[in-house]
């Protein structure tokens, strides 16, 4: 069975950090572009930030870049998603996806993220004082 399981969510005061993962299971990630997505109640999904299979290149959204890093552990079939400085408007439900690409860019020519084609159930992140 195909399984993404997110985790490290949870409740953090603003400027905090949190790391996010995102861990395969019954499948290999090393040919995968993942990318990682959030929803906060009314608003709709946003990608976050991607990370290639091949390259290792890695794509942010501007609301977050310069404070979260994602980066891939391919040994441990995993990649994480690392926040600082975290705000309140970063609280949503934050979910990883994987898409199958060998080579090419998690990034699609007019900058949105690929969507995958597998998804993990999400975890919770809120950023409160």
């Known amino acids: 069975q195909l399984q993404l399981v997110e985790s490290g969510g949870g409740l953090v005061q603003p400027g905090g950090s949190l790391r996010l993962s995102c861990a395969a299971s019954g499948f290999t990630l090393d040919f995968y572009a993942i990318g990682w997505f959030r929803q906060a109640p009314g608003k709709e999904r946003e990608g976050v930030s991607c990370i290639s299979s091949s390259s290792g290149s890695t794509h942010y959204a501007d609301s977050v870049k310069g404070r979260f890093t994602i980066s891939r552990d391919n040994a441990k079939n995993t990649v994480y998603l690392q926040m600082n400085s975290l705000k309140p408007e970063d609280t949503a439900v934050y979910y990883c996806?994987?898409?199958?690409?060998?080579?090419?860019?998690?990034?699609?020519?007019?900058?949105?993220?690929?969507?995958?084609?597998?998804w993990g159930q999400g975890t919770q992140v809120t950023v409160s004082s």
């Open positions: 996806g994987a898409v199958f690409l060998r080579f090419g860019e998690c990034r699609t020519v007019a900058g949105s993220i690929r969507e995958p084609n597998y």
